[in-house]
Each structure stands twice: as structure tokens, then as C-alpha cells.
């Protein structure tokens, strides 16, 4: 189902499922980022959805925190996303040790074109979420634009998705139905 129109950056809380008939298929990305064979397949074949709470904390810093579950027993990953271009480590079982940092960004400070483009007007007139993750000791660098775009005649959250690692390079489109 797509966004309704209360659905915004501002407030993206809600469970939002992958659409993988309108996403870009993230095999060859997961590969370079170490992702096993097995794991691999079972993403591939799982359902996978997204438990997002948004808040404002007293300082007044945005929090995105994002639960991940997939059917067929695989344990997701989390997020805990801050909107202040502060680095914060994390590790999990999938993409092992992380450093990450998120903020508020313009398409117009951003400079690859993939990432920039295919957004809906609010995004190109407002702001996008950018998130930046790089893998400590696997090489591999992912920088995120998420933001609504018009696909179809309807209003999808999506993830625009540029990682790279070395000379390889892979660009992913992530697209989420809205679950009520």
C-alpha cells in the first residue's frame, strides 16, 4: 500500500513493509558487503519489515529508531538513527561492526546523481534524511538517501542506496508499502 499523506519524514513512525517488486533486487550489494550465501537467499525470500518510532528527545534531537523482522525466522537488524551528523558505533549479526551517522540534508548538497534524483516535491523542496555508514574492518562504505517519491502514480518511502567498497560501487532502489 502506498504512504498516505500523513506519512512524512517528519514523522515516519509505523511498520512499513519492502515492496520487492519496485525495489531494486540488493543481492550483489549484500555480497560486497559480506553477507553470506544463506542469508543472502532467506532475505531474498522473507518478507521484510521495518517497526520505525520517531521522536524528539529533550535537547531536541530527532531519533529514528527501526526494529527489522523477516519472515521465516531471520532475525533483523536495528537502527538507531540521530540526526546529527554524530558518529555512533554499532554491531550486529548481519554487516558485524559499524559507525554510522545521520542527518537532515538538501538534495542540492548532495552530489551523486542516483542519490539526488526520482524524488517527490516535498523531498526536492524540503529536506531528505541522509544516513552514512561505513563497516569497520570489512572496506565497505553506504551512503543513504531516504525520502517519499512518486512511483506509479503513488507516494512510496524509499531508500536510495550507494555502496561501495574499493572499485566496486552498487546503487539500490528500496521501496516500502505502508502497513496499517
Same mark, same amino acid.
Given at each position: ?5 500523513? =506519512?512524512?519524514l ?17 543481492? &550483489? ?25 520517531? #521522536?524528539?528527545?529533550?535537547?531536541? =534531537?530527532?531519533?529514528?529508531d ?6 521465516g525466522g ?5 537502527? !538507531?538513527?540521530?540526526l546529527?551528523? &554524530?558518529?555512533?558505533? $554499532? ?11 545521520a ?16 524524488? =517527490? ?6 529536506? *531528505?534524511?541522509?544516513g ?9 562504505? *553506504? ?12 507516494? #512510496? #518511502? ?6 561501495k567498497? !574499493?572499485?566496486? !560501487? $552498487?546503487?539500490?532502489?528500496?521501496? #516500502?508499502?505502508?502497513?496499517?
Amino acid at each position: 500500500m502506498a504512504a498516505p499523506d500523513s =506519512a512524512s519524514l517528519e514523522d515516519l513512525t509505523g511498520s512499513w513493509t519492502m515492496n520487492k517488486t519496485l525495489s531494486d533486487d540488493p543481492d &550483489a550489494l549484500l555480497k560486497m558487503q559480506g553477507v553470506g550465501w544463506w542469508t543472502r537467499k532467506a532475505i531474498a525470500l522473507a518478507t521484510i519489515v521495518l517497526h520505525v518510532k520517531q #521522536y524528539t528527545d529533550d535537547a531536541g =534531537a530527532v531519533h529514528i529508531d527501526i526494529d527489522q523482522t523477516a519472515t521465516g525466522g531471520i532475525k533483523g537488524t536495528r537502527e !538507531e538513527r540521530t540526526l546529527d551528523w &554524530a558518529w555512533r558505533e $554499532h554491531e550486529d549479526h548481519i554487516f558485524g561492526k559499524l559507525k554510522a551517522r545521520a542527518r537532515w540534508v538538501k538534495l542540492g548538497d548532495v552530489d551523486d546523481a542516483f542519490l539526488k534524483g526520482g524524488w =517527490a516535491k516535498e523531498i526536492v523542496d524540503g529536506e *531528505a534524511i541522509e544516513g552514512y555508514v561505513e563497516s569497520i574492518g570489512n572496506g565497505w562504505t *553506504a551512503d543513504q538517501i531516504w525520502g517519499f517519491e512518486m512511483i506509479e502514480g503513488k507516494r #512510496y #518511502y524509499t531508500r536510495h542506496v550507494l555502496a561501495k567498497k !574499493e572499485s566496486e !560501487e $552498487h546503487k539500490v532502489r528500496l521501496v #516500502y508499502d505502508w502497513q496499517e
